[in-house]
């Protein structure tokens, strides 16, 4: 029920209630959290970021789940590039400080899927966030705007399946 809930809730704002910004920040929160291995502090300190910014909560829930899906195929590329930089001369000093500094290891900076997977995601945090505000409102525009002027989706609007859609967001 709760799964039910959430894509209702998802698409009562994907429909009309919130922002494509507020959207956006969501998804592009959640994949952070969808990319990255799940029990890194850094996805604590995301989740804590979802509560405290003005983003739309079930899409970051959303994106999470999606993105988890998306990482298992990604897990090769982001293991390349945590190594790359893990294993570079001129780091070597950085990771050495930033490992012997109080907090930072529980991030687990130190496995090069956790590190790879962390990078990627940032560096695709604001190509996300463009991409979703804009297929937000694309969507809103042009799927939106012209289904709700059709008889099939007014007749929609009072059926006993839609009043439950109410109900439930």
Not at 24 to 32: E, H, N, S, T, V
């Amino acid at each position: 029920m709760l799964i039910v809930k959430l894509f209702v809730s998802f698409l009562k704002a994907l429909n009309e209630k919130a922002s494509p910004r507020a959207m956006a920040g969501g998804f592009a929160l959640g994949a952070i959290i969808g990319l990255t291995p799940k029990g890194s502090l850094h996805n604590a300190v995301v989740v804590v970021l979802i509560f405290l910014l003005p983003v739309n909560k079930s899409a970051s829930l959303v994106s999470a789940a999606v993105f988890s899906l998306i990482s298992y195929l990604a897990d090769p590329l982001f293991n390349r590039v945590g190594e790359f930089l893990l294993t570079r001369p001129p780091l070597q000093g950085f990771w050495t400080a930033l490992y012997n500094t109080p907090v930072v290891p529980w991030t687990r900076f130190n496995n090069t899927l956790v590190l790879g997977s962390l990078v990627m995601s940032l560096a695709l945090f604001i190509p996300i966030f463009l991409v979703t505000a804009w297929g937000v409102t694309t969507y809103r525009e042009r799927v939106v705007a012209v289904a709700s002027k059709w008889k099939l989706f007014q007749l929609m609007k009072v059926s006993k399946l839609y009043l439950l859609y109410e109900k439930l967001s």
